[in-house]
T-cell receptor
Framework: NAGVTQTPKFQVLKTGQSMTLQCAQD?????MYWYRQDPGMGLRLIYY???????DKGEVPNGYNVSRLNKREFSLRLESAAPSQTSVYFC?????????????FGDGTRLSIL | GIQVEQSPPDLILQEGANSTLRCNFS?????LQWFHQNPWGQLINLFY???GTKQNGRLSATTVATERYSLLYISSSQTTDSGVYFC????????????????FGKGTHLIIQP
């Protein structure tokens, strides 16, 4: 069982470039999330998708867009990368219930913006 | 939004020692999860524990929801326990009623020396 798979694992961009981070889960979860982790900090929520076809902003959405492609896949796009977006990005999924079920994380994407 | 504070921020112990990590939160929660981030950056869900006590091997956790804190106990520490331990909560008062993601503390950095 792969769980939550993120690609790529590492990426270096120049300021102004764009890229899309991919996330896929095979646990049949309805809810998916994108977080960022900065040094010495906990994770902060960027965007989430409660179910296929819906997306909503989290705590730090500026500079990002997301797409819930289908039930399995949730992508995060940086349209014009900035050095402040240098971070480790985590995708997560959880069971569709209230309150949230246990969250399962991918291994992260380490992104550097020069 | 809800505030999550973890203590201590850093902890260095000898192998075999016991430890207690604390998580305080500023409002009532519907959901509390403990995670371990290993030295490779992977996030592992340890406990889903909005209230009560759970045990898993050498690890156990207790959440006292009425007093707004949770404790993670690690007994007979091993070097593989090293890493950062995060507490994360959900409060439905601040969310849209579900699937809105977790609010993380800044973590406790644990180092177990052989």
């Amino acid at each position: 069982n792969a769980g939550v798979t993120q690609t790529p694992k590492f990426q270096v961009l120049k300021t102004g470039q764009s890229m899309t981070l991919q996330c896929a889960q095979d646990m049949n979860h309805n809810s998916m999330y994108w977080y960022r982790q900065d040094p010495g900090m906990g994770l902060r929520l960027i965007y989430y998708s409660a179910s296929e076809g819906t997306t909503d902003k989290g705590e730090v959405p500026n500079g990002y867009n997301v797409s819930r492609l289908n039930k399995r896949e949730f992508s995060l796009r940086l349209e014009s990368a900035a050095p402040s977006q240098t971070s480790v990005y985590f995708c997560a999924s959880s069971e569709p219930r209230v309150p949230l079920g246990p969250q399962h994380f991918g291994d992260g994407t380490r992104l550097s913006i020069l | 939004g809800i505030q999550v504070e973890q203590s201590p921020p850093d902890l260095i112990l000898q192998e075999g020692a016991n430890s207690t990590l604390r998580c305080n939160f500023s409002d009532s929660v519907n959901n509390l999860q403990w995670f371990h981030q290993n030295p490779w950056g992977q996030l592992i869900n340890l406990f889903y524990i909005p209230s009560g006590t759970k045990q898993n091997g050498r690890l156990s956790a207790t959440t006292v929801a009425t007093e707004r804190y949770s404790l993670l106990y690690i007994s007979s520490s091993q070097t593989t326990d090293s890493g950062v331990y995060f507490c994360a909560v959900e409060n439905l008062r601040y969310s849209g009623g579900g699937a809105d993601g977790l609010t993380f503390g800044k973590g406790t950095h644990l180092i177990i020396q052989p």
